[in-house]
């Protein structure tokens, strides 16, 4: 099985950068496709970037393209997501997530808050 463990996050102005950090642990050798998700109050789980372990080719949603960047250290199973331009509709709780060969195939990490506010 896989854990996920986020950190970074926090309170951040309009226009500001914060960066979002998960490390896997237990059975990564399995992982292959790491991302992260958001989940603002009231709406439904969104996917945000996604990245692959074995090219680490990365996709992002139309609403991160151009600000967040997705990247990946396979030497310490930790993925990075550096958001910058940070806009009040990002305001989200921010979940990792693995996508694993094994049962369980879906992998979440708890969340972090992500708050951009004046």
């Known amino acids: 099985q896989v854990q996920l463990v986020e950190s970074g996050g926090g309170l951040v102005q309009p226009g500001g950068s914060l960066s979002l950090s998960c490390t896997a642990s237990?059975?990564?050798?399995?992982?292959?496709?790491m991302g992260w998700y958001r989940q603002a109050q009231g709406k439904k789980r969104e996917w945000v970037a996604l990245i692959n372990s074995h090219d680490n080719n990365a996709v992002y949603a139309d609403s991160a393209k151009g600000r967040f960047t997705i990247s990946r250290d396979s030497a310490s199973n930790t993925i990075d997501l550096q958001m910058n331009n940070l806009k009040p509709e990002d305001t989200a709780a921010y979940l990792c997530y693995a996508a694993a060969l094994a049962e369980p195939s879906d992998c979440w990490g708890q969340g972090i808050q992500v708050t951009v506010s004046s």
């Open positions: 237990g059975s990564t050798w399995n992982i292959y496709r």
